[in-house]
T-cell receptor
Framework: QKEVEQNSGPLSVPEGAIASLNCTYS??????FFWYRQYSGKSPELIMF????GDKEDGRFTAQLNKASQYVSLLIRDSQPSDSATYLC??????????FGAGTTVTVRA | KAGVTQTPRYLIKTRGQQVTLSCSPI?????VSWYQQTPGQGLQFLFE???????NKGNFPGRFSGRQFSNSRSEMNVSTLELGDSALYLC????????????FGNGTRLTVT
């Protein structure tokens, strides 16, 4: 079982719609959770982090965490063409190692 | 505030050679992590250094090694290069603490021919 799994893409959404990205993790002791965005040919950049169960909103992005289900998600509201990228879920376990999912590629259609 | 700096940006090596990649973290960041990114495998964790000590290690062969200096700068070395080592090598730094996110450099693109 992979440490971090993301829903396979690619995900194509029309401009203005909500993009929903999912991620599950295997280590129940994981402490902190991050979402990164990576444009083609660029390095990953942090867009959100969440540590506590529930929702966390930052602009058009909402991260949701459910530790009991070992599940974290990212919603992108009012999707824009500039949101077209690969989104990486990252999970930090007690040993401080940050493990990444394979990523979900999102394409926003104008 | 300067970001994470990786040098060189591009490298072309032949099989059997060795290579050293360099990473300067963000000022004040004491943890440096290295990742290998390939189209088929995604981001694979190589190792993490904190205060000059390797704190974590991924599942890579011993040909991959690293170190961290007292100023937190880090290097990784790959010996006896193989074609499969062609990848983007990313360095990332962070503050201490489990809630500290990683900040990535622009990466070193290694091509082994």
């Amino acid at each position: 079982q992979k440490e971090v799994e993301q829903n396979s893409g690619p995900l194509s959404v029309p401009e203005g719609a909500i993009a929903s990205l999912n991620c599950t993790y295997s280590d129940r002791g994981s402490q902190s959770f991050f979402w990164y965005r990576q444009y083609s040919g660029k390095s990953p950049e942090l867009i959100m982090f969440i540590y506590s169960n529930g929702d966390k909103e930052d602009g058009r992005f909402t991260a949701q965490l459910n530790k009991a289900s070992q599940y974290v998600s990212l919603l992108i509201r009012d999707s824009q063409p500039s949101d077209s990228a690969t989104y990486l879920c990252a999970v930090r376990a007690n040993d401080y190692k940050l493990s990444f999912g394979a990523g979900t590629t999102v394409t926003v259609r104008a | 505030k300067a970001g994470v700096t990786q040098t060189p940006r591009y490298l072309i090596k032949t099989r059997g050679q060795q290579v050293t990649l360099s990473c300067s973290p963000i000022s004040g960041h004491r943890s440096v992590s290295w990742y290998q990114q390939t189209p088929g495998q995604g981001l694979q964790f190589l190792f993490e250094y904190f205060s000059e000590t390797q704190r974590n290690k991924g599942n890579f062969p011993g040909r991959f090694s690293g170190r961290q200096f007292s100023n937190s700068r880090s290097e990784m070395n790959v010996s006896t290069l193989e074609l499969g080592d062609s990848a983007l090598y990313l360095c990332a730094s962070s503050r201490t603490g489990a809630d500290s996110p990683l900040h990535f450099g622009n990466g070193t693109r290694l091509t082994v021919t």
